[in-house]
């Protein structure tokens, strides 16, 4: 057999355990990218357009509120007795104005739910690899850089011998 000369095993141990943290730190970082995916699809396909939805539902409630007592203040029982309901036309415009812009941020939530779940769709690929790599590949890697060093310490123990 010919002479090898096998030193400091210990650099690649510590290139293991580097590997090892490294595996770690990758599966960590996937549960957080995969959390924080989670959280904006919801925050914004949910909760957005739910809240855009309900306020929705006030601003008609109120807007139809508001139309009766114009009608109420309006109604007389006499023409000449006219009473001026500025107050309340004010009142129907504002909230005619609110269910407006409540339609708008509705339809708006709605479109920017779809463009995320799309976006989100799109990281969750590379965000698994991310996860498969950490889980599975670089384990992999370092228990089969642990086999190499335990045959490389016992080649240099049996040369040591000799």
């Not at 949910?46 to 539902?57: L, P």
């Not at 504002?94 to 479109?111: V, Y």
Request: with cysteine; net charge positive.
């Amino acid at each position: 057999m010919t002479q090898s000369d096998v030193r400091d095993l210990d650099s690649l141990d510590a290139l293991r355990q580097a590997v090892e943290r490294l595996a770690d730190r990758m599966c960590l970082s996937s549960q957080s990218i995969h959390a924080t995916l989670n959280r904006v699809d919801e925050h914004f396909s949910v909760n957005q357009v739910t809240y855009w939805r309900d306020q929705t539902r006030v601003a008609e409630r109120e807007l139809t509120s508001a139309q009766d007592q114009l009608s109420r203040k309006r109604s007389t029982v006499r023409p000449g007795d006219r009473v001026p309901a500025t107050e309340e036309a004010k009142n129907v415009a504002r909230w005619k104005n609110r269910l407006r812009l409540c339609q708008e941020k509705e339809r708006l939530a709605r479109r920017i739910s779809i463009e995320i779940q799309q976006v989100c769709e799109k990281t969750r690929g590379p965000s698994a690899a991310l996860a498969e790599l950490g889980e599975v590949a670089l384990p992999t890697a370092a228990n089969r850089l642990l086999s190499l060093i335990d045959r490389l310490r016992a080649y240099q123990d049996g040369q040591d011998l000799g």
